[in-house]
């Protein structure tokens, strides 16, 4: 293969109206699919009415599909092609089919160039027939062309065993001919003949003789078919024994069946119902878990509201008031200092220290001592107030959150029962 012939074949190619475009790289490796279809297009563009098998799927297939296209350009075009060289699919094969493809491309330069010499008009006054009332005559044309092709071939491959028959003809014709030998040929020809008359003639007496015996068998057959149909209607007729005990169970199958039907229905629509009633109660339940975390969440909102609110309260009833006034007047407007006995001690101060002297006066030290005294006793009490709050709002929280309880300021004074004076 050379860059030349795979231009010249491309460019001739797209001369010829070929739809796909060619290019030099396609051919680089075997490709036998391109192959086949540009030999089949090029088929068609020559014998338009020619069949040719496209199926190229086997190796088979491929080999029977190169054998018709050669054998089709040998008979039509007179092109021999080398069928190695198509199966190969590659350069090779481009050099094949340029064949072709120069027959075609130099026809359609031939008509270019004669339709180039006469005019446009002429041509159309000329040649302007109609086909259709020809194609007939085309066809018969196209045929007798084939056929003289066919004829040809064969008279080609005759004369070819010319050189092999030459010799033998022309001892045949020197040879003298001999009265004796003719007549025993004859002879022999005769009875030949004789034998192949007396044959056909006993072919044909068995013909009558196999007819009758065809006849017989066919009417043999007829009575056997004729017996087994009697007999048929016979066994159609007759009742099996076992028939009435079959229907009977066949029919309490039936209603079993019936009855299995009913009951897996019913079961079905209760397995549903079944479903429904439980989604209904969890979705109940689930409801009422749901309003009962809510008022828990509520309850406990109510009562750390309630409780801040009491702290408050207690606060405020706690707060001593400070007055610029004298030690009596703060004496006079502050509880009687509580004093423990000689085994109690103060909840909530245990190791706490007092400060006072033995006389009966009042120092400004003793009364920022009972201040402080004081003041933690009011810490401690509001702490257990509280705490006891907490325990009632536990055990009853409708209780709690109405009235909550203040047990620390009554319990107090019983336990404080004398006073700082008595130092």
């Known amino acids: 293969m050379s860059f030349r012939d795979l231009r010249n074949f491309t460019e001739m190619m797209r001369a010829l109206g070929y739809p796909r475009l ?29 069949d040719i098998p496209s199926d190229v799927d086997t190796e088979s297939d491929r080999v029977f599909f190169i054998k018709a296209v050669a054998q089709f350009m040998a008979t039509k075009a007179h092109i021999k092609l080398n069928l190695k060289r198509l199966y190969q699919a590659d350069g090779y094969a481009v050099k094949e089919m340029l064949k072709i493809t120069s027959v075609l491309y130099n026809a359609m330069k031939t008509k270019e160039s004669s339709a180039g010499d006469h005019n446009l008009d002429e041509n159309s006054s000329k040649f302007k027939f109609d086909l259709g009332s020809k194609i007939a005559d085309l066809k018969a044309a196209r045929q007798l062309g084939s056929e ?27 040879r003298p001919l001999e009265i004796v030998e003719t007549e025993r040929a004859l002879r022999a020809a005769i009875k030949d003949a004789m034998e192949n008359v007396q044959k056909t003639k006993e072919q044909l007496n068995n ?45 309490e199958l039936q209603k079993q069946y019936e009855t299995y039907v009913q009951k897996f229905r019913n079961l079905c629509f209760l397995e549903q119902q079944l479903e429904d009633y ?24 109510e009562d750390r509201r309630l409780m801040r609110s009491g702290v408050q309260e207690e606060d405020s009833d706690m707060d001593i008031p400070e007055d610029e006034g004298s030690d009596s007047d703060i004496e006079e407007g502050r509880p009687p200092k509580p004093f423990p006995a000689r085994h109690t001690q103060i909840i909530g101060r245990a190791g706490g220290r007092l400060i006072g002297n033995m006389q009966g006066g009042d ?59 008595d130092f």
Not at 24 to 45: D, T
Not at 149 to 171: C, I, M, V
Not at 371 to 379: R, S
């Open 207 to 251: 013909v009558s003789s196999d007819e009758a015996s065809l006849e017989a068998k066919i009417e043999k057959k007829k009575q056997e078919l004729e017996r087994n149909q009697k007999r048929l209607q016979t066994l159609q007729s007759v009742r099996p024994a076992f028939m009435e005990e079959y229907e009977k169970i066949e029919e």
């Open 278 to 301: 439980h989604r209904v109660e969890q979705e109940r339940f689930e409801e009422t878990e749901n309003s009962i975390r809510m008022m828990q969440n509520k309850l406990q909102e």
């Open 22 to 50: 060619i290019s030099m790289e396609n051919f680089r490796v075997p490709n036998f699919p391109l192959v086949a279809e540009i030999l089949i297009w090029l088929v068609k563009r020559y014998e338009p009415q020619m």
């Open 148 to 174: 003289i092709t066919a004829k040809g071939a064969s008279l080609y491959d005759l004369l070819g065993h010319e050189e092999d028959l030459r010799e033998s003809r022309t001892a045949a014709i020197a």
């Open 363 to 421: 120092s400004d030290e003793s009364e920022d001592s009972e201040i402080d005294v004081d003041e933690d006793d009011d810490d401690e009490e509001e702490e257990d107030e509280a705490n006891e709050d907490l325990d009632e709002d536990n055990d009853s929280l409708e209780g709690s959150a109405s009235n909550p309880s203040r047990p620390g300021r009554s319990l107090h004074p019983q336990i404080l029962e004398e006073s700082d004076n």
